[in-house]
């Protein structure tokens, strides 16, 4: 089944202590792309990856980082996150820029 | 950057009418235009896209118009079913200076009521 995984879907952390949410696609899509989605700013863009070893920043990715290492694999990390990182997070690939996005299911992360 | 705004924010509407969902973009480099479906507890699920090169699109009781002229673009959705609830989002993806950025609409909480 083609399909865009993250994990972990819930993460509830303390400010300071670095994490990294996995992305991975079995569509061997070249475009793969992280979301934030908060209340009424609707999905922004924080980074995006045209394809290996191939990234670059989106609308929001100051405490962002991300790598391309491989085609199926797109980690965001965050280092040292802060209560302003909590929100709804997705991944999503699609074939090439400027094509159907395929998303995966979202995680809902807490930073206190 | 691309700007993105998408009117309503919300949208109620009887099952059986017709449900409209506007966007505007600012950037003219954008030539890309996709509508997504996300439903409670789910990431957002394609339902129509469009091509700066054309101006109207149609899947079944599903639209998207586009005036390149004006910068808008907008979804149809006609004779509406209460599984057509949703909150739906407005896209606009360029190829500006090289960068292939992806803007997104605040979205449109449609609710349909049976």
């Known amino acids: 089944e083609a399909q865009v995984t993250q994990n972990p879907r819930y993460l509830i952390t303390v400010t300071g202590k670095k994490l990294t949410v996995t992305c991975s696609q079995n569509?061997?899509?070249?475009?793969m792309s992280w979301y934030r989605q908060d209340p009424g700013l609707g999905l922004r863009q924080i980074y995006y990856?045209?394809?290996?070893?191939?990234?670059d920043k989106g609308d929001v990715p100051e405490g962002y980082k991300v790598s391309r290492k491989e085609k199926r694999n797109f980690p965001l990390i965050l280092e040292s996150p802060s209560p302003n990182q909590t929100s709804l997070y997705f991944c999503?690939?699609?074939?090439?820029?400027?094509?159907?996005?395929?998303f995966g299911q979202g995680t809902r992360l807490t930073v206190v | 950057g691309e700007n993105v705004e998408q009117h309503p924010s919300t949208l109620s509407v009887q099952e059986g009418d017709s449900a409209v969902i506007k966007c505007t973009y600012s950037?003219?480099?954008?030539?890309?235009f996709p509508w997504y479906k996300q439903e409670l507890g789910k990431g957002p699920q394609l339902i129509i896209d469009?091509?700066?090169?054309?101006g109207e699109k149609k899947d079944q009781r599903i639209a998207v118009t586009l005036n390149k002229t004006a910068k808008h673009f907008s979804l149809h959705i006609t004779e509406t079913q209460p599984e057509d609830s949703a909150v739906y989002f407005c896209?606009?993806?360029?190829?500006?200076?090289?960068?292939?950025?992806?803007?997104f609409g605040t979205g449109t909480k449609l609710q349909v009521i049976p």
């Open positions: 950037d003219s480099a954008s030539n890309y």
């Open positions: 469009i091509r700066s090169n054309v």
């Open positions: 896209a606009a993806h360029g190829d500006s200076g090289g960068y292939q950025k992806v803007t």
């Open positions: 990856s045209m394809n290996v070893e191939v990234t």
């Open positions: 569509m061997n899509h070249e475009y």
């Open positions: 999503a690939s699609s074939f090439t820029a400027g094509a159907q996005a395929f």
